[in-house]
């Protein structure tokens, strides 16, 4: 089996070890830096739309390959923050399950935007899914501990994209990111018909 075939591979086995509702259950105590950690990794919409980031960041080159794992965390912290405060926002559920149609749509396309519009649309996202755990931190146990977990698991998340996209540079790489990117946006399809559905 070539290397450059596996993130065709892996997606659809991840799409088959989770269900679209383990993201965000709201129910009962949250625990604190484990359950932070895990929260992302177990969420599969947390868990493709931040990977997308590090293949899209590693596909477009430097400087997004730094820059766009490096906003998501930030914006997502802003987003965790305007949640406590008691600001909402409008379809979080709707924008999480997007982002993975769209993040994936963009690898399957290799679009190449300007760093300031890649760090936009990523901006964007972040700010739902750090407001989707903003909204669950009141309920933990150790709220800073519950906070550290989640972003440190989101930069493991990020490597990992960072290190798929770096297929790129091997031959027929490109395709399979590409290959990825379009599986990453039929999951995103998936949940988002099933976020609808419920």
């Known amino acids: 089996m070539r290397t450059a075939a596996l993130p065709g591979i892996i997606l659809p086995l991840l799409l088959l070890a989770a269900s679209p509702a383990l993201a965000h259950t709201g129910v009962g105590v949250i625990g604190g830096f484990q359950s932070g950690f895990q929260h992302p990794i177990f969420g599969i919409d947390h868990l493709l739309a931040m990977v997308a980031v590090g293949i899209w960041g590693a596909q477009l080159g430097s400087p997004a390959i730094w820059a766009l794992p490096i906003a998501f965390p930030l914006i997502m912290t802003g987003g965790g923050l305007l949640a406590l405060a008691g600001v909402g926002l409008p379809m979080v559920e709707t924008t999480i399950a997007a982002s993975v149609v769209v993040l994936g749509a963009l690898i399957a396309?290799?679009?190449?935007?300007?760093?300031?519009?890649?760090?936009?649309?990523v901006a964007i996202f972040a700010l739902s899914h750090g407001h989707a755990h903003g909204t669950e931190l009141p309920a933990a146990a150790d709220p800073i501990a519950y906070s550290l977990g989640f972003v440190v698991a989101t930069g493991?998340?990020?490597?990992?994209?960072?290190?798929?996209?770096?297929?790129?540079?091997w031959p027929h790489g490109a395709l399979a990111l590409r290959v990825g990117g379009g599986a990453i946006c039929a999951a995103g399809l998936w949940l988002l018909s099933s976020h609808v559905i419920a």
Not at 109 to 121: C, G, K, Q, T
Not at 157 to 168: E, R, T
């Open 156 to 169: 493991m998340l990020h490597a990992i994209g960072i290190v798929i996209g770096l297929l790129i540079r």
């Open 109 to 121: 396309i290799a679009a190449r935007l300007p760093i300031w519009l890649a760090v936009v649309v």
